[in-house]
C-alpha cells in the first residue's frame, strides 16, 4: 500500500491475556519501528528493525513485550500477560533506511480492561 | 540520555496568526524531525532536518545543530493547523532511535 497500515485499529481485552499487533511498512522500506504513546503524552521508543535483526530491544518495557519481523516487511508486537499499563496506542513507523525519514501508521489503540 | 525539550507547552491562535516553536536538545544529533499529530491521532512528518533550513507552503524549520536548536514556523495559521507538534532527535553516538520530545498543543481558533 501507500502507506504504512497497522492493525487492527481498535484493541479491547481483559487483563491477562496476550495481544498481537501488526504493522505493515511502506514497501521497500528497510527500517520498521515500534513506539508507544499513553493518553497525553510524547512517544516512548519500543524497538526498531533493520531489515529482519532487531539491534536493540533496550526500549521494550518488559519480557512481556516482544516483536518480531519477517520477510523484510510484516512486523508484530505481542504482549504476553497484558496488564492494564500496557493501555495505550501503539504506532508503526517505516523509513526507507535507518536515519532517514520516519513515516508513521495510524496506531493501533489497545484497551485492556 | 540526550533531553529534548519543546515550548511553548500549548499555545492558541486566532487563524491568520504566525507562530515559532522551540526545540532544544542537550547533545549532538544525527539528525532532527518535526511532527505534526492531529486531532484524530495520525502523526505527518513535517520536516526532515539535521541542519539548515527548509520550506513548506506555511511551514518552515531552521535547525542550528552548533547551537543544539530548532525552530518549527508557522505562518497564516489555518484551524487544520492545530494538534500536536512534537521535535525528534537522533543521538549520535550509535543509537538509532528518535527520541521525542514532549509536544507542543496548538489550537488555532477561527
Known amino acids: 500500500g501507500a502507506g504504512v497500515s497497522q492493525s487492527p485499529s481498535n484493541k479491547v481485552t481483559e487483563k491477562g491475556k496476550d495481544v498481537e499487533l501488526r504493522c505493515d511498512p511502506i514497501?521497500?522500506?528497510?527500517?520498521l519501528y515500534w513506539y508507544r504513546q499513553r493518553l497525553g503524552q510524547g512517544l516512548e521508543f519500543l524497538i526498531y528493525?533493520?531489515?529482519?535483526?532487531?539491534?536493540?530491544k533496550s526500549g521494550l518495557p518488559s519480557d512481556r513485550f516482544s516483536a518480531e519481523r519477517t520477510g523484510e516487511s510484516v512486523s508484530t508486537l505481542t504482549i504476553q500477560r497484558t496488564q492494564q499499563e500496557d493501555s495505550a496506542v501503539y504506532l508503526c513507523?517505516?523509513?526507507?533506511?535507518?536515519?532517514?525519514?520516519?513515516?508513521f501508521g495510524d496506531g493501533t489503540r489497545l484497551s485492556i480492561l | 540520555g540526550i533531553q529534548v525539550e519543546q515550548s511553548p507547552p500549548d499555545l492558541i491562535l486566532q487563524e491568520g496568526a504566525n507562530s515559532t516553536l522551540r526545540c532544544n536538545f542537550s547533545?549532538?544529533?544525527?539528525?532532527l524531525q518535526w511532527f505534526h499529530q492531529n486531532p484524530w491521532g495520525q502523526l505527518i512528518n513535517l520536516f526532515y532536518?539535521?541542519?539548515g533550513t527548509k520550506q513548506n507552503g506555511r511551514l518552515s524549520a531552521t535547525t542550528v545543530a552548533t547551537e543544539r536548536y530548532s525552530l518549527l514556523y508557522i505562518s497564516s495559521s489555518q484551524t487544520t493547523d492545530s494538534g500536536v507538534y512534537f521535535c525528534?532527535?537522533?543521538?549520535?553516538?550509535?543509537?538509532?532511535?528518535?527520541?521525542f520530545g514532549k509536544g507542543m498543543k496548538l489550537t488555532v481558533n477561527p
Open positions: 513507523a517505516s523509513s526507507l533506511r535507518i536515519g532517514q525519514p520516519q513515516h
Open positions: 514497501s521497500g522500506h528497510t527500517a
Open positions: 528493525f533493520q531489515g529482519n535483526s532487531a539491534p536493540d
Open positions: 547533545d549532538s544529533v544525527n539528525n
Open positions: 532536518i539535521p541542519s
Open positions: 525528534a532527535v537522533e543521538p549520535r553516538g550509535g543509537s538509532e532511535k528518535l527520541v
